[in-house]
């Protein structure tokens, strides 16, 4: 069971919006950055945001972080076939000393 | 351009132990902490562990903890996992990762994976 908790699965349409939820405690999400990755298939995840709302160079606007106490969402704009990937959502909690990951949603683009 | 590689994954038998190295390269390696990151097959991620850029401090999750031990050869440009007594559940792709530190705590760039197979 994973410290930070995502739901299994969203889907949409082409071209619609969808959030993707990370919950967690005031031992990680509530004092720490978040981050979230994105990871097609077959492949090594790769960064879409950092500390929360920050996108690296080469991630387009469509991709956009919130945090808000101890909950964390991914929103995903103009939705396109290849956005189906598995989205994880990241943090250091400081009561473990450890780092922690959700447990990944797996997006569907219907 | 930054590049991670992963080797030494394999096939081992339970109780065994097996040495993953990460050579790094595309930038100032003692600048960053590095991690281990694995991923069961059909699984979530895991984080496994930690080592900060100078190698003075460790961290690793429990489910490895007194297993696994992470160091780092900064004139090499190197960080490595030894894997003791490894168990059935440890099979899994494990992923090097270059961490974003101080004040934050992020991977921005990943290896590409080596596989570990622990079974009789």
């Known amino acids: 069971q994973s410290v930070l908790t995502q739901p299994p699965s969203v889907s949409a349409a082409p071209g619609q919006k969808v959030t993707i939820s990370c919950s967690g405690s005031?031992?990680?999400?509530?004092?720490?950055?978040v981050s979230w990755y994105q990871q097609l298939p077959g492949t090594a995840p790769k960064l879409l945001i950092y500390?929360?709302?920050n996108r690296p160079s080469g991630i387009p606007d469509r991709f956009s972080g919130s945090k808000s106490g101890t909950s964390a969402t991914l929103g995903i704009t103009g939705l396109q076939t290849g956005d189906e990937a598995d989205y994880y959502c990241?943090?250091?909690?400081?009561?473990?000393?450890?780092?922690?990951f959700g447990g990944g949603t797996k997006l569907t683009v219907l | 351009e930054v590049q991670l590689v992963e080797s030494g994954g394999g096939l081992v038998k339970p109780g065994g132990s097996l040495r993953l190295s990460c050579e790094a390269s595309?930038?100032?390696?003692?600048?960053?902490?590095m991690d281990w990151v694995r991923q069961a097959p059909g699984k979530g991620l895991e984080w496994v562990s930690s080592?900060?850029?100078?190698?003075?401090?460790?961290y690793y999750a429990d489910s490895v903890k007194g297993r696994f031990t992470i160091s780092r050869d900064n004139a090499k440009n190197s960080v490595s996992l030894q894997m003791n007594s490894l168990r059935a559940e440890d099979t899994a792709v494990y992923y090097c990762?270059?961490?974003?530190?101080?004040?934050?705590?992020?991977?921005?760039?990943w290896g590409q994976g080596a596989l570990v197979t622990v079974s009789s």
């Open positions: 990762a270059r961490e974003v530190g101080l004040g934050t705590f992020y991977f921005d760039y």
């Open positions: 595309g930038f100032i390696f003692d600048d960053f902490n």
């Open positions: 080592i900060t850029s100078g190698g003075s401090y460790k």
């Open positions: 005031s031992s990680n999400i509530g004092n720490n950055y």
């Open positions: 500390d929360n709302n």
């Open positions: 990241g943090t250091w909690d400081s009561s473990l000393s450890a780092g922690v």
